[in-house]
């Protein structure tokens, strides 16, 4: 996981890594050979300021859970697939895709799952008008005062403790 | 209409028949539509629709307060209702910080146990129902009938009681509940041999079920089918062992696998289960004090801090995860179910392509999908 | 050989699953005479909601809006109005739509006075989903025609046939009243 | 606002026509089911035994015209048979499948609902029989017909008592084979004519299915001519004297058991109309009074098939006369008493295997019949020639 940009904390019984949108898929790749093989979820989230992805792992053999997520820009919800790493998350992805319009490169089939076709928008970000919530004039939060990547060397010290 | 059909017929090959097997079809449990091209019996492609039971719940539980919330999950997998509730509880419990009372938890136990069962009922009658047999189905669900009834007598509704809360449960159990749920266990106890004799050990059943729709070890996994259909493919993943919930860690019970990961192997994971629910009910009847606490201290207006909790429960079709985001205020930031008959539809295409027709009924019998969860 | 044995084998699981069948023949039938026979239902069973009034026929809502603010499909619309003479609220206007009603019985639960109440009526199906809408008049005339009614607070409570409101029997209780559990429980144990 | 409407304003009250189901009275129901299969026993009498007596008494035959009306009347009479036949069993299967799977199955009309198929022929007839634009529309509406004469013809060579029997063929086994394919090509046609895939689907199975079972069927009636030596169902009966067939042919009787299942399409072997994978398979698109007559035809072959297993394999009409003349008409009722008791008891044992089973896949159906029945058929019929041989021999 060296020369990754990403931080890791330990929240309730699960690892939480927050990673850069562009080292997502190398971090899953890393964490993936670590031996979390069972994906639990992927979920998409409307932050306000932004969108984020959610991916949550569990490894069969060693029972470790982690979570990783990743902020997006509003305008520009592009994020690598990693479907081949795990089937299973083809259709979660697909879903995010639906709801919240994040494209995953190199999906096989990023189509609409669970609306159809000709839907307008993506109905879960905030903006989507439901009728008064959220409110019709809504705006886009300020995206917050982004905190440090760890120092490579931190992270791989880190790892190995 | 739903979008395109996706399979598109090869030209100039006309021994191929394209079939759309759904939104109407008596055998899809509901609404999955399955665009399936068959060539004789034998299935060549099968690519699987869904979403036309989609409400957006986790929209509207956006614009809800937190125990509004719970009303809703109940809806998600209406076969095993009360279950539902109990991922995002924890969830929520967890980024409050309340403490729930072990009597508290032992109830929540003996009703998710008592749900389980009621849910493997409905699944054997209803898929008995698609490989041909009548009968288990009106036996099942008199069966079930029971579970309804005690759980009316407690929670005030049957199938969708929104009885869980933070902290604990609604109101104390009705004072006949124990010695009607030990009534239900001995009479579902002599019931149980006449479903082994009329499902698993009839040589018909067997004849359509041993060696259909294996699915593999490593496929299972990767696919992250979770429950009974992962359990019969040889891993024993149950999020009961793996991340222990309730009152499970006090409790003993095994996790029935089965390595061949066929169609026979998830009915008799199944059936397993149902006898280790029986096992964990009367354990926890035991423990359950008759009276004593049964909800924690939990504020009046529940706002949970800031952060972000996924909690994992096993219900009767698998992994239920619900991922909670707080901003601290009333209403939740976001909320996402990750349901198991979801992901565990991905595996249709895997399943269906080279199966025969009448296996293809079969397997999807033996995934037990919902759609009130998978459509959400 | 081998064949003679699992043929044997096959014809004897057959028999078995005969014998369960022919077994329920003698079994008594647990179908329902619905319209005929009406099914007793517990009194916690939420079926439908009402107002209960007082015995001198005054509301017992105090107009508090608990109700209207725990609703999930927000179906509850309370007006209000201040007391003229003395303290609190008077409703103006209680409306409940049924047709999106969830009969999660939040609202119930939510109530401090118990003002809004679970009943055993179940036989509020029209074809037409605009009569689903309940006002106040219809659910106090629904508290009026109900024997016995339930809420967290004061438990199952019963009219009396010279129209006063009395708390029911600890037998009639469900769980959740500390006092009457304790009664019961101390039957039981003597 | 609209008013809500109360339900004591609102509601129809449920009101009860005749019998309470509320207050069984089982008495009244064993009378009604008692009178119920009295009116099958007369219509045996009358369509089998009395009509043709009064005809041979008045020697009425021998004349061009009696016997053009003798047949005319014959064959009403074998129509309100078979009407009888399935009015009876579809109300018996219901009844007894509410039995099993602890309900009470129809109750309303009648005596625990002894009139409810009346009443649900009825209303087929009253329906609308409705055929979509791209069906083969001459085969679409002549396959219910088909299927429907084809179990009607077998009813004339069912021998219910000594002498009893509409057309005493000197063929009748091989007459009993020819007809009974012949209902394959109705669900076949119908099947394919009616421009549905499901119905497609259906057809072809129910004819790989309904083909390939007519072979062990035939297998097991040839040794049964085979050992009785006559190919005539009278001699065939006859010939059971003191030893009912099932006892030296069992293995023919057990290829006959299991074929004549799988050609009533009952339940282990229902694929062509499985309703839960096919929708309904080769009548899906049929409505009405079509719909009616396949359905007709399923339930007079569940009175038919095991008829003849009874004649072939369980001595037909045989039983104690206490001192009855055979061949009087007063034999010829008690005989036909039997023949009915025995049929009886084994639709009771068909319908007890369709409450139980599950249903096959299609390949093991066809599994089955060439691989387990025909080999068994062959040699069931060598068993049956080498014991005629036996008995030529003493």
């Not at chain 4, 649900?120 to 791209?134: N, S, T, V, Y």
Request: hydrophobic letters at 45%; glycine letters at 8%.
């Amino acid at each position: 996981m060296n020369g990754l940009r990403f931080r890791k904390t330990a929240e309730f019984d699960e690892e939480v890594y927050a990673v850069h949108p562009e080292d997502y898929r190398p971090l899953l790749e890393a964490l993936k050979a670590e031996g979390y093989d069972y994906p639990r979820s992927l979920s998409g989230v409307d932050m306000g300021y932004g969108l984020r992805v959610v991916v949550h792992l569990y490894g069969i053999e060693s029972g470790r859970k982690a979570t990783v997520y990743t902020d997006l820009p509003y305008d520009a919800p592009e994020l690598e697939s990693v479907t081949d790493l795990w089937p299973g998350l083809e259709w979660f992805e697909r879903e995010a895709y639906d709801l919240f319009g994040i494209r995953f490169k190199g999906h096989p089939d990023l189509r609409r799952i669970l609306l159809e076709e000709d839907w307008t928008i993506h109905p879960l970000l905030k903006r989507y008008d439901t009728g008064g919530y959220p409110l019709p004039d809504w705006q886009p939060a300020p995206w917050p005062e982004p905190a440090p990547w760890e120092e490579p060397e931190a992270a791989g010290e880190g790892g190995e403790a | 209409m739903r979008g395109p059909t996706t399979v598109e017929p090869v030209p100039g090959r006309t021994d191929e028949l394209i079939i759309n097997m759904g939104p109407q079809h008596p055998a899809t449990h509901g609404v999955l539509k399955v665009v399936i091209g068959v060539e004789g019996e034998r299935i060549t492609r099968a690519v699987p629709h869904i979403g036309f039971l989609h409400r957006n719940h986790e929209k509207i539980e956006e614009a809800r307060t937190y125990p509004q919330i719970i009303t809703y999950t109940d809806r998600m997998d209406y076969v095993s209702g009360l279950q539902n509730e109990l991922p995002f509880i924890l969830a929520v419990e967890d980024l409050l910080g309340v403490e729930v009372p072990p009597r508290a938890k032992l109830i929540r136990t003996i009703f998710f146990e008592l749900f389980r069962i009621a849910s493997h009922l409905v699944w054997l009658g209803t898929g008995m129902l698609d490989l041909g047999a009548i009968t288990p189905f009106l036996y099942t669900f008199r069966d079930r009938e029971m579970i309804l009834e005690i759980t009316e007598k407690t929670a005030g509704a049957r199938m969708l009681p929104n009885y869980f809360t933070f902290g604990g449960v609604r109101r104390d159990v009705h004072p006949d509940f124990f010695k009607d749920v030990a009534h239900f266990l001995d009479f579902f106890e002599t019931r149980l041999p006449d479903y082994y004799a009329l499902v698993l050990d009839s040589p018909v059943f067997q004849a359509r079920a041993v060696g259909v729709g294996v699915l593999s070890r490593e496929r299972a996994i990767a696919r992250g089918a979770s429950g009974p259909v992962i359990r019969a493919s040889g891993v024993a993943y149950d999020v009961r062992k793996a991340e222990p919930y309730d009152a499970y860690p006090e409790l003993e019970f095994e996790v029935p696998t089965r390595p061949e990961g066929d169609v026979f192997a998830r009915f008799w994971v199944r059936f397993k289960e149902m006898e280790e629910s029986v096992k964990i009910i009367r354990q926890a009847l035991e423990k359950t004090p008759k009276t004593g606490p049964y909800k924690g201290k939990v504020p009046p207006r529940v706002k949970p801090k800031p952060g972000a909790r996924y909690r994992a429960v096993e219900i009767s079709r698998g992994h239920l995860g619900t991922y909670v985001v707080s901003d601290g205020s009333e209403r939740p930031l976001r909320v996402k179910h990750r349901s198991p008959s979801f992901a565990n539809l991905q595996l249709i295409p895997d399943l269906f392509v080279g199966a025969r027709f009448a296996d293809a009924i079969a397997i999807l019998s033996s995934l037990d999908p919902v759609f009130g969860e998978v459509d959400r | 050989m081998s064949l003679f044995a699992e043929v044997w084998e096959a014809v004897k699981a057959v028999g078995a699953g005969l014998g369960a069948v022919n077994k329920r023949i003698s079994e008594p039938a647990v179908t329902e005479f619905y319209p005929y026979k009406k099914p007793e239902i517990p009194p916690v069973s939420v079926q439908f909601l009402a107002l209960i009034q007082n015995e001198d026929g005054t509301d017992r809502c105090v107009a508090c809006l608990q109700c209207e603010r725990v609703c999930p499909s927000q179906v509850i619309t309370i007006e209000r109005k201040r007391n003229p003479e003395g303290k609190g609220f008077v409703l103006e206007r209680f409306d409940l739509d049924f047709a999106n009603c969830m009969h999660c019985a939040n609202c119930v639960e939510a109530c401090p006075v118990s003002a809004i109440v679970t009943v055993g009526a179940f036989e509020h199906a029209v074809y037409d989903i605009n009569l689903l809408k309940a006002d106040k008049a219809m659910l106090d005339h629904i508290g009026h025609e109900a024997k016995t009614w339930y809420s967290p607070k004061f438990g199952v409570e019963i009219r009396t046939p010279d129209g006063r409101i009395e708390k029911a029997p600890p037998e009639m209780q469900p769980g959740g009243l500390a006092e009457l559990l304790a009664e019961g429980e101390g039957g039981e144990a003597s | 606002m609209s008013r809500m409407p109360l339900p004591a304003d609102r509601l129809v009250q449920p009101r009860l026509v005749g019998y309470d189901p509320t207050h069984p009275r089982p008495w009244l129901e064993r009378i009604a089911y008692t009178l119920f299969f009295s009116a099958l026993w007369v219509m045996v009498i009358l369509a089998y035994g009395a009509v043709p007596a009064l005809f041979r008494h008045y020697g009425w035959l021998s004349t061009t015209a009696g016997f053009l009306i003798y047949a005319a009347v014959e064959a009403v009479l074998a129509f309100l048979l078979a009407a009888v036949v399935a009015l009876i069993l579809i109300v018996v299967l219901r009844k007894y499948l509410g039995k099993v799977q602890e309900r009470v199955g129809p109750m309303h009309y009648g005596p625990a609902g002894v009139f409810q198929t009346v009443f649900d022929a009825l209303k087929l007839l009253g329906k609308e029989d409705f055929a979509p634009k791209r069906v083969d529309w001459l085969i679409f509406r002549l396959a219910p017909a088909i299927v429907f004469v084809s179990a009607f013809l077998l009813m004339v060579a069912l021998p219910v008592a000594g002498g009893w029997v509409m057309a005493d063929l000197n063929v009748g086994l091989l007459y009993i084979v020819a007809v009974s394919t012949l209902g394959a090509y109705g669900v076949v046609l119908g099947g394919l004519s009616q421009g549905n895939k499901w119905g497609l689907l259906g057809g072809f199975r129910a004819g790989a299915q309904l083909v390939s079972y007519e072979v062990p069927l035939a297998l097991a009636l040839l040794s049964v001519g085979v050992y009785s030596g006559s190919l005539r169902l009278s001699d065939v009966v006859e010939h059971q004297y003191g030893l009912w067939h099932v006892v030296p042919l069992f293995l023919s009787f057990l290829v006959y058991l299991v074929a004549s299942i799988a050609e009533l399409k009952a339940t282990p072997f229902d694929l062509p109309e499985a309703e839960s994978e096919l929708v309904a398979g080769y009548n899906t698109e049929y409505s009405g009074m079509s719909f009616a007559f396949f359905f007709l035809a399923e339930f007079v072959e569940l009175f038919l098939l095991p008829g003849f297993m009874v004649v072939l394999f369980f001595g037909g009409w045989h039983g104690p006369l206490f001192g009855l003349e055979p061949g009087s008409f007063a034999a010829g009722v008690l005989q036909s008493l039997y023949f009915l008791v025995k049929v009886a008891v084994w639709v009771w044992i068909f319908l007890w295997i369709r409450a139980t089973l599950p249903r096959f896949r299609d390949d093991q159906l066809m599994d089955l019949a060439w691989k387990g029945l025909l080999p068994l058929a062959l040699v069931g019929l060598l068993v049956a020639a080498f014991l005629r041989m036996f008995l030529e021999v003493l």
